[in-house]
């Protein structure tokens, strides 16, 4: 079964142990000092895309919100023994959208992170399209899955896939009213930029 993780919680231990405030994380990161507050203080829960962006800015890998974990040559993942999931909601139980499932948690030097992802159907749609160094790699198993990239807007099915530069705006949400679930493989990109 699965543990869930507070990101949040997680993102204040490793600002706060850089000696970082949250002025000197919003510099870094783009985010206003109150959107990384409701983060920390579990109000809402960072998107992927939002988390690759603070893990550049606090010098960690990405799973580095996810908890603690030996690093390993390779890592072998069981059907129903994922090693964390992380429900994004408010801390009021306000479903905001999503919840994901690290599959590559513990590899040692690794550049992408595969994770399983549940898009649910909510009553509001977030129309914050997310920036970042890398790219992105997205399969859908179950469900409809909306994308919008930049000004083009595009509904993808089972089979479906898209494989996309970060730098592009964009912004991933369930279609209809039942669950997507995709695969997403994201490589964060090289902080010099050599990769």
């Given at each position: 079964?699965?543990?869930?993780?507070?990101?949040?919680?997680?993102?204040?231990?490793?600002?706060?142990?850089?000696?970082?405030?949250?002025?000197?994380?919003?510099?870094?990161?783009?985010?206003?000092?109150?959107l990384?507050?409701?983060?920390?203080?579990h109000?809402?829960?960072?998107?992927?895309?939002?988390?690759?962006?603070?893990?550049?800015?606090?010098?960690?890998?990405?799973?580095?919100?996810?908890?603690?974990?030996?690093?390993?040559?390779?890592?072998?993942?069981?059907?129903?023994?994922?090693?964390?999931?992380?429900?994004?909601?408010?801390?009021?139980?306000?479903n905001?959208?999503?919840?994901?499932?690290?599959l590559?948690?513990?590899?040692?030097?690794?550049r992408?992170?595969?994770?399983?992802v549940?898009?649910e159907?909510?009553?509001?749609?977030?129309?914050?399209?997310?920036?970042?160094?890398?790219?992105?790699?997205?399969?859908?198993?179950?469900?409809?899955?909306?994308?919008?990239?930049?000004?083009?807007?595009?509904?993808?099915?089972?089979?479906?896939?898209?494989?996309?530069?970060?730098?592009?705006?964009?912004?991933?949400?369930?279609?209809?009213?039942?669950?997507?679930?995709?695969?997403?493989?994201?490589?964060?990109?090289?902080?010099?930029?050599?990769?």
């Amino acid at each position: 079964m699965p543990k869930t993780v507070e990101v949040g919680k997680k993102i204040r231990e490793l600002r706060e142990a850089r000696g970082m405030t949250l002025q000197d994380l919003a510099g870094k990161t783009g985010y206003s000092s109150a959107l990384l507050s409701q983060f920390e203080n579990h109000m809402i829960s960072p998107p992927l895309g939002a988390l690759v962006i603070l893990s550049r800015a606090l010098d960690v890998k990405l799973t580095s919100f996810l908890g603690e974990g030996l690093a390993q040559p390779f890592v072998l993942v069981r059907s129903g023994e994922h090693e964390v999931t992380s429900s994004v909601s408010s801390r009021e139980g306000v479903n905001l959208g999503y919840n994901y499932e690290a599959l590559g948690f513990g590899l040692e030097d690794n550049r992408m992170e595969p994770f399983l992802v549940t898009l649910e159907p909510v009553p509001i749609k977030e129309k914050h399209l997310s920036v970042h160094e890398g790219e992105e790699f997205i399969y859908v198993l179950e469900g409809k899955m909306r994308i919008r990239l930049k000004d083009h807007t595009d509904v993808l099915s089972p089979g479906d896939s898209i494989y996309f530069k970060c730098s592009i705006p964009h912004h991933v949400t369930c279609d209809g009213s039942e669950p997507a679930r995709i695969l997403a493989v994201i490589y964060a990109g090289n902080k010099n930029g050599k990769e």
